[in-house]
């Protein structure tokens, strides 16, 4: 499991968090693979772009799991 910490912020949008952590090749692509079903926040299909996460949050994409810590 990968950890993304907040560093301060009180969320991260769901996009931004995939092209920060390099798991698609930009924000372009990070939309599109979230519009298309293929990205999931606590296990359910998030097709939200711009998806407000939380410390305590989930995302789940292509095998690998992403949860959300830190924050204010």
Sequence with gaps: MTTFDLEGHEYIPLNQLLKLLNLTESGGDANQVIVSGQVKVNGATELQK?????????VFYRGQEISIVGGE
């Design 50 to 58: 711009r998806k407000k996460l939380f410390v305590g949050d989930k």
